[in-house]
């Protein structure tokens, strides 16, 4: 039998400079990988879907603004307006609100406030920690990261853009 792990609060692993804290990944668990993070205002993570990965997403301060489902109709700059064929739209989330992605599902999350929330964000299978450390590396000196350059590394983490990613200084599930 192995012993479990406990950690007191702010522990973990920093990502760069992304906000995130890795709290459990896969050298842990071969299941999972558990993040805490913080989400700056303005910051959208855009809406985008893995093949592979399931994603569970769990406020613990601020507000959110939610999307998991695939839209009927996809427009190109903002999911915002999106709606799903049974009429689900954009969900705010508070305090306490969770949000579970199935493999497949489009999803985001944006800070439309102007105070940073934070939440913690788990990720099955375990290793998007991976993506989040190269994710890091790539910023070139003195500017942003080259645009083809993300969209390798996303591609290469099962990782597939639909809407873009806006706003600095947040975490790039």
């Known amino acids: 039998m192995t012993d479990g792990l406990?950690?007191?609060?702010g522990a973990g692993r920093p990502i760069?400079?992304?906000?995130?804290?890795?709290?459990l990944g896969e050298e842990t668990s071969g299941l999972w990988s558990?993040?805490?993070?913080?989400?700056?205002?303005?910051?959208?993570?855009?809406?985008?879907f893995h093949?592979?990965?399931?994603?569970?997403f769990y406020i613990l301060d601020g507000e959110l603004d939610l999307l998991a489902f695939n839209p009927s109709v996809r427009t190109e700059g903002d999911w915002q307006a999106w709606e799903s064929a049974?009429?689900?739209?954009?969900?705010?989330g508070t305090t306490g609100?969770?949000?579970?992605?199935?493999?497949?599902?489009a999803h985001a999350f944006a800070n439309p406030g102007t105070t940073p929330a934070r939440m913690l964000f788990l990720v099955a299978p375990a290793g998007h920690e991976n993506y989040l450390r190269e994710?890091?590396?790539?910023?070139?000196?003195?500017?942003?990261?080259?645009?083809s350059a993300i969209s390798e590394?996303?591609?290469?983490?099962?990782?597939?853009?639909?809407?873009?990613?806006?706003?600095?200084g947040g975490p790039r599930p």
């Open 86 to 92: 049974s009429g689900d739209k954009v969900a705010r």
């Open 34 to 48: 558990v993040f805490e993070t913080v989400v700056q205002p303005g910051f959208d993570v855009g809406a985008h």
């Open 135 to 147: 994710l890091a590396d790539l910023p070139a000196a003195g500017g942003p990261p080259d645009p």
């Open 51 to 56: 093949h592979e990965a399931e994603e569970l």
């Open 153 to 168: 590394l996303r591609a290469r983490h099962d990782i597939h853009q639909l809407t873009p990613l806006r706003g600095g």
């Open 97 to 105: 609100s969770l949000m579970y992605v199935p493999a497949g599902c």
């Open 6 to 9: 406990i950690l007191p609060p």
């Open 16 to 23: 760069g400079n992304s906000g995130m804290t890795l709290k």
